[in-house]
T-cell receptor, first 112, second 112 residues
Framework: SQQGEEDPQALSIQEGENATMNCSYK?????LQWYRQNSGRGLVHLIL?????REKHSGRLRVTLDTSKKSSSLLITASRAADTASYFC????????????FGDGTTLTVKP | DAGVIQSPRHEVTEMGQEVTLRCKPI?????LFWYRQTMMRGLELLIY????????DSGMPEDRFSAKMPNASFSTLKIQPSEPRDSAVYFC??????????FGNGTRLTVT
């Protein structure tokens, strides 16, 4: 079974609103990554947060990590129509191998 | 950098035929991953290599699937014989040690 599970499965908002997606995982991790996938394309890395970090920012993205709850959230502020995509979390449970396990993703639709 | 290059972008074949998917990772990356994405099962790791050596092939569904990495700049995923349930998008990704994954745009395989 997948290590990470995103919630919600689908999210629809208006342009300018904030979008929050959550990811839960099962085992201890070394780091957690968020990726975006536009329709018909490969996944693109957005941000990585290490297990000893609690919050990280990158432009309009804010990621939090709560290792006690085994969960992470991705916040996209002031969303744009171009943010429409699927968002995946991935967990790395073996530092040396660099192997990442992906969740099922959240499909975000931003209406103009 | 051209990124991870996969070919072909689309492949349509008949059941029983051999299919070969190709991948050129980013120069200098020492990890290469093959993933399969379907609506039902999400993104599944099939196999990954480190310095051209297969490290974990536990995700390869059956003996019909095989992967090789003869050198640092080329990898193949072969399905022989192909079956309709193999229809999916196959992604290749590469990374340098702990850095995030860089995905190609995938090969959409349809087996009729």
């Amino acid at each position: 079974s997948q290590q990470g599970e995103e919630d919600p499965q689908a999210l629809s908002i208006q342009e300018g609103e904030n979008a929050t997606m959550n990811c839960s995982y099962k085992t201890s991790i070394n780091n957690l990554q968020w990726y975006r996938q536009n329709s018909g394309r490969g996944l693109v890395h957005l941000i990585l947060i290490r297990s000893n970090e609690r919050e990280k920012h990158s432009g309009r993205l804010r990621v939090t990590l709560d290792t006690s709850k085994k969960s992470s959230s991705l916040l996209i502020t002031a969303s744009r129509a171009a943010d429409t995509a699927s968002y995946f979390c991935a967990t790395d449970v073996n530092t040396n191998a660099g192997k990442s396990t992906f969740g099922d993703g959240t499909t975000l639709t931003v209406k103009p | 950098d051209a990124g991870v290059i996969q070919s072909p972008r689309h492949e349509v074949t008949e059941m029983g035929q051999e299919v070969t998917l190709r991948c050129k990772p980013i120069s200098g990356h020492d990890y290469l991953f093959w993933y399969r994405q379907t609506m039902m099962r999400g993104l599944e790791l099939l196999i990954y290599f480190n310095n051209n050596v297969p490290i974990d092939d536990s995700g390869m569904p059956e003996d019909r699937f095989s992967a090789k990495m003869p050198n640092a700049s080329f990898s193949t995923l072969k399905i022989q014989p192909s079956e309709p349930r193999d229809s999916a998008v196959y992604f290749c990704a590469s990374s340098f040690f702990r850095s995030p994954l860089h995905f190609g745009n995938g090969t959409r395989l349809t087996v009729t």
